[in-house]
Structure formats: structure tokens, C-alpha cells
């Protein structure tokens, strides 16, 4: 039993805490806010956030866990499809929400709860133990709907210290990003890290490479992205000098969620001097790997495995790969406290993603450099798309696309793209050929059922799909004319 957040315990006098936009917490501040959202869910299984980027949600977060109950992050631009899966699943006996936020219809008569970012309420004593769960956050798998991974709190504070340690992040750091808020990456790294160092979040609300600049030349140390972020980056930095003397001025500009492309690393190491670190996480496994901030930030590789962090590569037969040649592929495997526990209500789901002793199977494919360096290479399942850093299953858009009376068939794939890494195409047998539906109209259904993120960014109409002799979509056909 040990709490998360040290900082918020006699606090500092005015030590700036959380900053979103122009509404910023001292410490103070959070904790008498979070202190008070503790209040009201103590007991709770369960709480839902409504998790738009706003001082609202890092409080009902925060304030969430110091009463030693979970919560379950939504994305409020879920649709309504996705929305009632979450909530049928995770059950959470009340929703936190800010003032004002609109709530759509799918979240039903669910019980709803305004965080008031101003309120004063006592700082609680934490009594949860290491391995009560601390977040479930939905993640999408190659086939059906999203399943919740169960976070316990350990998994949280050893990722975190794990990458103090890695990073030397400490409270003196000042964090600037924009990335949402309902997964890991933006929560869990973004807004819980720099908390549970004593350190101090600036969040941008929406991503821009301006916003960036202006953070890193006032102050901020560290910055973090998805790849498509860098990219926009990298396109931004031959008219703006700003932005790369900003950069050059950051202590640590880390990338994760995705592959960082060498093209965009080279071009923001040729323009300001730095080169971005890259990490290597999962939802299921919080931090696994990174590039130390003392290590060497080569272009293409996720660094060494994070202390705490057993890793290791196995062969389709089974076999641990033992060579550190650069060359033999493996599947990458992980044990640790780093860990979640389980999917949520899907135990045989659970049981299918570990190893007999214990090591999660991440589905990531990787070789390892002489120096222990880890590259990724690749990914077992094609079904699972990287789009704008987010992990998309082509399954649940095929059944959202087959919901739309003019698709007959669907496959979805990804395709390679500059900006999002992989982008989403929709192969559909129109229900009437003199009548297909266009991009439009798919996206929008599509955005509207599961989230816009989620949508295709190309349709491409067919008269039939190719299939094999079980009738399986042989998705490596589609495309080859
Ligand atoms: C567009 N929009 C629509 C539609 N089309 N809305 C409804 N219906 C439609 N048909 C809206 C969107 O809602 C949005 O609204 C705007 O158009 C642009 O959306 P989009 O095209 O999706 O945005 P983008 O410009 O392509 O976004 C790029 C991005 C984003 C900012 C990089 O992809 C992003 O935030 N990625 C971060 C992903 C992430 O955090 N992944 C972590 C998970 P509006 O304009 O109002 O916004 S991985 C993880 O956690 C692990 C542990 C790890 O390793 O990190
Ligand atoms: P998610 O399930 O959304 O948490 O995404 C996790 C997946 O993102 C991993 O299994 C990897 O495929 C990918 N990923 C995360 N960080 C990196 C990285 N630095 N380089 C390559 N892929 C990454």
C-alpha cells in the first residue's frame, strides 16, 4: 500500500501543477479539487470519465484514485455504438464530467457528477492496495468490439518510476503535449507522470506545432507525441525558426504509440540539433522499453527494456530467439509489474494472451541490435491498424460498415501514409452497384457508431472480395489490381 502521487501530500507553496490552456492547479490546488472528487466516489467500483483534454479530467482521474477506486476513461467523441459497449462492460456506477460537457444520449440514465476544479475538500489517506485496479482503458483487438485491459495501481508506479529512472524525469521537468486523454500515452505518461514526479503538465487542448513552440521556449523541458505529431513537426520546421530553436532548447523530446519514420527523425535532428527518443508500450503493458535520455537515440529502435522489465523474442515454434544480431525476428514477449491483470469480463481473452509462465504476448515483432537494442519490424496480425497512433482493429469497422444498408461485403485494411503512419481503407461490395456509398457517407457512419478516429479515409468499391477456399477475405489480394 503506497500512495501514488506523493507530491500532493504537504504540498509546496504555489508549485504549479497541472496547466491547460489558460486554467492552471498548484498542487494545492489539485489536491483539495481531487480531494473532494475522493469524497463523492469513495466506495464506488467503478467511476467513468468523460475524458475531454481538460483540467476536469486529470482531477476526477486523480481524485478517482486517491479513493482507491478505478476509472474507466471515455472518449468523448465515441459513438454511440462503442459508447454502450463501454459502459454495458465496465458498469461504472457514475460518470465525472465537467460543467457544461453535453453527454449523449447512449450514456443512458448513468448517474453524472460535475468535477468542480475549485473545490475544497480534504486530501484523503490512500488505502488501496498495489494490486487494485487503478484504470480500465478500452483497446481495440483484431475481431469485436474493444476490451477493457485492468491497470492495477502497481502497474501504473512502476512504469512511471521506471521511466524517471530512464529518463531522469524529475520534478524540476515541465511536460508540454496534446494528446487525448482516454489512453495511456496522454494519461497515464502525460498527466500522471509528471504528478507522480512533482512536476508540472502544459496541455496544449488540441495538438499544433505552434503550441509546442511556444511551451519549449517558455519553459517546458520534455516534450511528448505520437509519430504523426512529430511528422507535423518535421513538415512545420524549414518556415519556422521558432519552432526549431524551441526544440533544440527541450531537454528530452520523446515519441511512442507508433513508429517514429527515419525520414521525420532525420529531418528533426538535421533542423534542430536533438533527436527524439523513442519508447515502446502497450496499453496491456504500460512502458516496456526505451531510449535512456544517457543512451544513444538512434533513428528506428525502442532502446533497451525498462528496469523491472523482463523481455524477451520467441519464434513462431516457440523457441527464444538468443542472438542480439540485428537480424533474427521474434515475437516480442514481456513479464513484469508493469503489467494489467486481465481484460475485463473476458477471461477467455486473458487467458489467450499469456504464456504458460506468465509473459504477455504483445504481437509485436522485433530483432535485437548487438548493444541489446530493441527494433520493431513489424506485427503478427494484419487485422490491427496504426492510424494517427491509435490502434484500430479492421473487424469492428467491417461490422460497422456491414450495419450500412448499401454494404454488401467489407474488408478493411491499412495502407501506408506519411502524415498517419497507416491510414483506413474500406473494400466494400456495394449493395447496389449503380449506388455505392461514397467516402462521406462511410466515414460518417462510421464516426458516429464507433469514433472518427476509427473512420475510413478511403473506400474502394469492388464487384466481390477475394476469398479463399474457407471463404476468408485473402486481404493481401485486395489492392494487387
Ligand atoms: C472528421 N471528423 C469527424 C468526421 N471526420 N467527425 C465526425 N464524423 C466524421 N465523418 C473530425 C474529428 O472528430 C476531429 O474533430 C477532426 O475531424 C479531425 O479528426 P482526425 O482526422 O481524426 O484528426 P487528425 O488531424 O487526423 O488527428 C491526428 C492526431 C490524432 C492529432 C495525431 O490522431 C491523435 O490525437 N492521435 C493520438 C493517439 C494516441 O494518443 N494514441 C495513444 C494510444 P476536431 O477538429 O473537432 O478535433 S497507444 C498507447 O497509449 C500506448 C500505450 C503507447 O505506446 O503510447
Ligand atoms: P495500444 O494497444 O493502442 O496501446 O498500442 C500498442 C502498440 O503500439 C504496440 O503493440 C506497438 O505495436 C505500437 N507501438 C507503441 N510504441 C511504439 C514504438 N515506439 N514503435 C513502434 N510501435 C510502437
Request: net charge negative.
Amino acid at each position: 500500500m503506497s500512495t501514488l502521487f506523493p507530491a500532493l501530500t504537504e504540498p509546496e507553496a504555489g508549485r504549479p501543477a497541472l496547466r491547460f490552456g489558460a486554467r492552471s492547479l498548484t498542487y494545492a490546488e489539485l489536491a483539495a479539487a481531487a480531494g473532494t472528487v475522493a469524497a463523492r466516489v469513495r466506495g464506488a467500483d467503478r467511476v467513468a470519465v468523460w475524458a475531454t483534454p481538460a483540467l476536469e479530467t486529470a482531477v476526477a482521474v486523480v481524485g478517482t484514485l486517491l479513493a482507491g477506486v478505478a476509472a474507466v476513461p471515455l472518449n468523448p467523441r465515441s459513438g454511440g455504438k462503442e459508447l454502450r459497449h463501454i459502459l454495458s462492460d465496465s458498469a461504472p456506477s457514475l460518470l465525472l464530467a465537467a460543467p457544461g460537457d453535453e453527454l449523449p444520449a447512449a450514456v443512458g440514465d448513468l448517474d453524472r457528477a460535475d468535477v468542480d476544479v475549485r473545490a475544497a475538500g480534504p486530501l484523503p489517506e490512500e488505502r488501496a492496495g498495489d494490486g487494485d485496479p487503478a484504470l480500465i482503458v478500452y483497446t481495440s483487438g483484431t475481431t469485436g468490439p474493444p476490451k477493457g485491459a485492468v491497470l492495477p495501481r502497481r502497474a501504473l508506479s512502476t512504469t512511471l518510476d521506471a521511466l524517471a529512472d530512464a529518463w531522469r524525469w524529475t520534478g524540476d521537468d515541465v511536460l508540454v503535449h496534446g494528446l487525448p486523454l482516454f489512453h495511456v500515452h496522454g494519461l497515464v505518461l502525460g498527466v500522471l507522470g509528471p504528478l507522480r514526479r512533482g512536476g508540472s503538465l502544459r496541455h496544449l487542448g488540441r495538438f499544433s506545432p505552434e503550441g509546442v513552440a511556444r511551451e519549449l521556449n517558455e519553459g517546458a523541458t520534455m516534450l511528448f507525441g505520437v509519430p504523426t505529431m512529430y511528422h507535423r513537426i518535421a513538415e512545420a520546421l524549414p518556415g519556422d525558426p521558432e519552432l526549431a530553436e524551441a526544440l533544440g532548447r527541450a531537454r528530452l523530446l520523446v515519441s511512442g504509440s507508433a513508429a517514429l519514420p527515419v525520414h521525420d527523425h532525420e529531418r528533426i535532428a538535421a533542423a534542430t540539433g536533438r533527436r527524439v527518443i523513442e519508447r515502446y508500450g502497450m496499453t496491456e503493458t504500460l512502458m516496456n522499453t526505451s531510449v535512456r535520455a544517457d543512451g544513444e537515440p538512434r533513428a528506428g529502435t525502442v532502446g533497451v527494456p525498462l528496469p523491472g522489465v523482463e523481455l524477451r523474442l520467441v519464434e513462431e515454434d516457440g523457441t527464444e530467439v538468443t542472438a542480439y544480431d540485428g537480424e533474427t525476428v521474434g515475437e516480442i514477449q514481456v513479464r513484469g509489474p508493469n503489467l494489467f491483470t486481465a481484460y475485463l469480463n473476458r477471461p477467455d481473452a486473458t487467458a489467450a494472451a499469456f504464456t504458460a509462465d506468465g509473459f504477455f504476448r504483445t504481437g509485436d515483432m522485433a530483432v535485437r541490435d548487438p548493444d541489446g537494442y530493441v527494433r520493431i519490424v513489424g506485427r503478427k496480425a494484419t487485422d490491427l491498424i496504426k492510424s494517427g497512433g491509435y490502434k484500430i482493429g479492421a473487424g469492428e469497422i467491417e461490422n460497422a460498415l456491414l450495419e450500412h444498408p448499401g454494404v454488401r461485403e467489407a474488408a478493411v485494411t491499412g495502407e501506408p501514409d506519411a502524415d498517419l503512419g497507416e491510414r483506413i481503407v474500406a473494400w466494400v461490395v456495394p449493395a447496389d452497384p449503380a449506388d455505392p456509398p461514397g467516402l462521406e457517407e462511410l466515414a460518417g457512419h462510421v464516426a458516429r457508431r464507433l469514433a472518427p478516429h476509427k473512420r475510413p479515409r478511403v473506400v474502394r468499391h469492388l464487384g466481390s472480395l477475394p476469398r479463399n477456399d474457407m471463404g476468408k477475405v485473402m486481404k493481401r489480394e485486395l489492392g494487387r489490381g
